[in-house]
């Protein structure tokens, strides 16, 4: 806990003794509180996730994100009192160097870019609760990398740009810091008029042996429907799955603002399919469908209620999943007087 | 080691193309980009990139300061592989 608060601490006042010279560092990020029910077990979790922009001119961007999680639950599952125990992670700290309109310079602690539910669907923006079954092919438990990366759009026209992504990772143990000794890279094609962008992923995971890693993904978003479609597709020799994911939100187009159109119904359906799993690997040891249902509002002030319920098919037994979350997603000045 | 050698260099390569292919693409883009945008209509355009690329997963900010939405726009230029022109129009768009 201490040591990604004095990260941040001290993130902030190399942000703050630069800021005469420079332009202003946000606050941004969300609380929110979960609640779930999987299997007869209830979990409570408070979240706080603030991130924290400095930019140093046109060029220079130093970009860090703490994760802070208290688990409360019952101390044998579905029976016994409630214990809670908190978590603390540093998701990213990174510097990037804008180097030109189509390369940025990454070093640092980054969010792994495999496919793209990692980087792009933190919990304020991810349309259900649960990650997929599959988020943890390519990201593992961390979910972050330690090393050097270079991304941006190679090609951007009108109608299309092409954007990219490659990175090396070291292997680090160092508790709340750890990451996979990797390398790998992702390339996407966006088509602003039509809201469609497909992209595919590869990671060669340098430990234990060594392993490929593969996937795709697609995101579309018809411009005059609010509909959101979002879909991956990930294979490791751990286990290989998919999932597709639709949200609608009632409104005759994406511009209008009133009480129906602020509610979003979501669904989800998922497949899992068992590899040959290693020690290091986090997914499922048996086969898994499952599919997922709910509902968002987004009320005034950036706040979000999600009510979910999901039912899980495996051979190691079938369970319903409920989940409620709500979440306050903020943005503010990181100095005093800037906010108009 | 010989493989990280490999990956480094890999990336360097790839960093070095990008590069040299930004510049024989784009010779002196800076102060076109700028002419080409005080020439348009910056903010019916910006609405629309705002649009296709922002409102994938956000609505439009109440209010910031227009420092505010340049780091904003920065770090979304980063994580969500914004181009530079969308970058510059949307910013003139939320920050006029």
Redesign the interface.
């Known amino acids: 806990m201490n040591r990604v608060w004095g990260m941040l601490l001290g993130l902030m006042c190399t942000a703050t003794g630069l800021w005469a010279q420079s332009?202003?560092?946000?606050l941004?990020g969300a609380v929110a509180f979960q609640g779930s029910r999987s299997g007869g077990a209830n979990a409570f979790q408070p979240i706080l996730f603030p991130v924290l922009?400095?930019?140093f001119g046109d060029h220079w961007?130093v970009?860090a994100r703490g994760e802070i999680q208290g688990f409360i639950a019952r101390q044998d599952g579905t029976q016994g009192p409630y214990t809670g125990q908190f978590s603390d992670v540093l998701a990213y700290l990174q510097v990037?160097y804008?180097?030109?309109?189509?390369?940025?310079?990454?070093v640092g602690r980054f969010l792994t870019p495999f496919n793209i539910y990692n980087?792009?669907?933190p919990l304020w923006?991810a349309n259900l609760e649960d990650t997929p079954i599959t988020y943890v092919i390519g990201t593992r438990t961390s979910a972050s990398s330690n090393g050097?990366?270079?991304?941006?759009?190679?090609v951007?026209r009108p109608k299309w740009?092409l954007?990219?992504t490659?990175?090396?990772s070291?292997a680090t143990t160092t508790e709340n810091l750890q990451s996979g000794?990797a390398?790998g890279g992702r390339a996407?094609i966006?088509l602003?008029?039509d809201?469609v962008e497909v992209g595919a992923s590869y990671q060669?995971f340098?430990q234990n042996g060594g392993s490929n890693i593969a996937g795709t993904y697609v995101?579309w978003?018809p411009?005059p429907i609010p509909l959101?479609v979002r879909a991956e597709y990930a294979h490791s020799p751990g286990g290989q799955g998919y999932w597709i994911e639709g949200a609608y939100r009632f409104a005759s187009n994406?511009d209008i603002n009133t009480w129906p159109s602020r509610l979003q119904a979501v669904a989800r359906v998922q497949q899992y399919f068992k590899g040959h799993p290693t020690s290091l690997d986090v997914l499922p040891s048996t086969n898994v469908n499952q599919f997922d249902c709910g509902a968002n509002y987004?009320l005034p002030h950036n706040i979000r209620l999600n009510g979910s319920y999901g039912r899980q098919y495996s051979s190691a037994g079938n369970s319903n999943i409920w989940n409620f979350e709500l979440t306050y997603r903020f943005?503010f000045?990181a100095l005093p007087g800037?906010?108009? | 080691m010989k493989t990280r050698f490999m990956a480094i260099l890999g990336i360097l390569v790839l960093a070095f193309s990008v590069t040299v292919f930004a510049r024989h693409q784009n010779p002196g883009r800076g102060q076109k980009t700028t002419k080409a945008i005080a020439n348009k209509n910056a903010a019916g355009s910006g609405e629309q990139r705002f649009q296709a690329n922002c409102g994938r997963c956000h609505v439009p900010p109440d209010s910031l300061s227009p420092r505010e939405v340049k780091a904003v726009l920065q770090h979304m230029r980063v994580r969500a592989m914004l181009s530079a022109d969308d970058e510059q129009l949307i910013l003139q768009y939320l920050a006029p």
């Open positions: 332009d202003v560092p946000i941004s922009v400095a930019p961007l970009e990037d804008i180097a030109n309109p189509h390369l940025t310079v990454t980087e792009r669907f923006i050097a990366m270079v991304r941006g759009v190679a951007a740009n954007n990219y490659a990175y090396a070291v000794r390398a996407g966006f602003p008029q809201g060669r340098l995101n978003q411009p959101d994406r987004y943005l000045p800037e906010h108009k």
